[in-house]
């Protein structure tokens, strides 16, 4: 999945394991980034995560 979303070139996700889990990262740092461009790669990051999952 993360490298699913990566390749897209929409958003750019790293990953760490915490608590022996793999966990996806999201950083948003940029100072123009509003809510809705947090909300549409939440989005991407279900569509995505639906099309892995049958």
Known sequence: ML???NRSGALYLSHT???GRY???LC???THT???HAA???QR???TAR???P
């Open 28 to 30: 948003v740092g940029q």
């Open 17 to 19: 394991v915490l608590a």
């Open 45 to 47: 990051i279900q569509e």
């Open 51 to 53: 099309q892995l999952v």
């Open 3 to 5: 490298e699913a979303l």
């Open 34 to 36: 509003e809510t809705r």
């Open 23 to 25: 966990t996806l990262r």
């Open 40 to 42: 549409a790669a939440w």
